[in-house]
């Protein structure tokens, strides 16, 4: 299997633009969670699906961050408008079952937001 | 929720020597407690797990310890080599989400 796979691995995006980050998690994988990283705050779990339901998005931080699932192999989280606040490392990750096995991440998308 | 506390923040060692790294958690019923290392632009990778039925757990120069009545494990780096720098955190389980530690960044110093 290729891993956890997510794209853009870069994007550079103007203040006000909207953004959408791709994940493509392991085959098998009922598990899907989005995490955003960065200095101040470490690993923050935006959201979380369980066989593509989102179960919990606590974690998103405003209404402009959205996630969807249409199926097991794939995933969105969109940013609409996007604010250079938004600025971070976006994972995406995945795994067989919830929180106590092995999740695992993909390369990351840096977003930054000018 | 789970509230998982790591330290140090940064680690310094010469190659050869042997790096610690602790952490402490809240929840009790918490049975599953993984360490991930992430490497300059990578993402973070599972290096060694351990669940709460056994109080250490060894993979060739890694080892991680469990505590449980003290609630708190520690990863066990022997003989760093310059691979070994990057930034390890640990984790630990609230129901469904993983709960991450602050991060240790470990420098290994030729």
């Known amino acids: 299997d290729a891993g956890v796979i997510q794209s853009p691995r870069h994007e550079v995006t103007e203040m006000g633009q909207e953004v959408t980050l791709r994940c493509k998690p392991i085959?098998?994988?009922?598990?899907l969670f989005w995490y955003r990283q960065t200095m101040m705050r470490g690993l923050e779990l935006l959201i979380y699906?369980?066989?593509?339901?989102?179960?919990?998005d606590s974690g998103m931080p405003e209404d402009r961050f959205s996630a969807k699932m249409p199926n097991a192999s794939f995933s969105t989280l969109k940013i609409q408008p996007s604010e250079p606040r938004d600025s971070a490392v976006y994972f995406c990750a995945s795994s067989r079952d919830r929180g106590n096995t092995e999740a695992f991440f993909g390369q990351g998308t840096r977003l930054t937001v000018v | 929720g789970e509230n998982v506390e790591q330290h140090p923040s940064t680690l310094s060692v010469q190659e050869g020597d042997s790096a610690v790294i602790k952490c402490t958690y809240s929840?009790?019923?918490?049975?599953?407690f993984p360490w991930y290392k992430q490497e300059l632009g990578k993402g973070p990778q599972l290096i060694i797990d351990?669940?709460?039925?056994?109080g250490e757990k060894k993979d060739q120069r890694i080892a991680v310890t469990l505590n449980k009545t003290a609630k708190h494990f520690s990863l066990h780096i022997t003989e760093t080599q310059p691979e070994d720098s990057a930034v390890y955190f640990c984790a630990a389980p609230f129901g469904y989400k993983l709960s991450f530690g602050a991060g240790t960044t470990v420098t290994v110093r030729a």
């Open positions: 929840d009790s019923a918490s049975n599953y």
């Open positions: 085959s098998g994988h009922n598990s």
């Open positions: 699906f369980n066989n593509n339901v989102p179960i919990d």
């Open positions: 351990i669940r709460s039925n056994v």
